[in-house]
């Protein structure tokens, strides 16, 4: 499978701890897109990479969310102290120089 | 999504016809898309509008008016498996997407 994958698909954790998800774009993909979807909404822009710079972070990005793409290949997103308004579906798309952004299938995230 | 208006729900009978409308804020505006979104699975590409006027991919056509801030999806020959969310996305600086809350399409027989 030559798409965006995402692990892990599903992440269940307690209020308070902390979550990594990965990315691995489409290779030589040199964009790279963190979203974050809740039920019934659509996609909301979270950051943005081009190569290993991180280009952009939305005001929804607290201090808690970090992401990182060190060599300019897979990215991480990682939510410190998690809340329960964290639970969401991240997903995460990547584009070639053209326009077009190919998603991933998605991190399922529940915080209890 | 900020910005980008769409219905929330329509419903249309299998091998019908079906047109779905999103407005959006002209300023800084670069493109348009149309996603497809089945429950529970990623966004899949459908279209993408730079220039005023119609693209033709299939049963599915996209329209597009700079001016007027309006794009549409036009879906022909409805099948069941048409069923699924419909996302209008408004790119920006970055090719940034601005996601509209999606209309819900329901197909019945």
């Known amino acids: 499978d030559t798409g965006v994958s995402q692990d892990p698909r599903h992440k269940i954790t307690k209020r308070g701890q902390n979550v990594t998800f990965r990315c691995d774009p489409i290779?030589?993909?040199?964009?790279l897109y963190w979203y974050r979807q809740t039920l019934g909404q659509g996609p909301e822009f979270l950051t943005y990479?081009?190569?290993?710079?991180?280009?952009?972070k939305s005001r929804l990005l607290s201090d808690r969310f970090s992401a990182e793409r060190p060599k300019g290949s897979f990215s991480t997103l990682e939510i410190q102290r998690t809340e329960q308004g964290d639970s969401a579906m991240y997903l995460c798309?990547?584009?070639?120089?053209?326009?077009?952004?190919?998603f991933g299938p998605g991190t399922r995230l529940t915080v209890l | 999504g900020q910005n980008i208006d769409q219905p929330t729900e329509m419903t249309a009978t299998e091998g019908a016809i079906v047109q779905i409308n999103c407005t959006y804020q002209?300023?800084?505006?670069?493109?348009l898309f149309w996603y497809q979104q089945h429950a529970g699975e990623a966004p899949t590409f459908l279209s993408y509008?730079?220039?005023?006027g119609l693209e033709e991919k299939g049963r599915f056509s996209s329209f597009l008016s700079r001016s007027k801030g309006y794009s549409y999806l036009l879906l022909k020959e409805l099948q069941m498996k048409d069923s699924a969310s419909y996302l209008c996305?408004?790119?920006?600086?970055?090719?940034?997407?601005?996601f509209g809350g999606g209309t819900r399409l329901m197909v019945k027989p």
């Open positions: 798309a990547s584009s070639p120089r053209s326009n077009e952004q190919f």
């Open positions: 290779s030589e993909h040199n964009r």
């Open positions: 990479f081009q190569n290993e710079a991180q280009l952009e």
């Open positions: 002209t300023s800084g505006f670069n493109g």
């Open positions: 509008n730079v220039l005023d």
């Open positions: 996305a408004r790119e920006g600086a970055g090719n940034m997407l601005t």
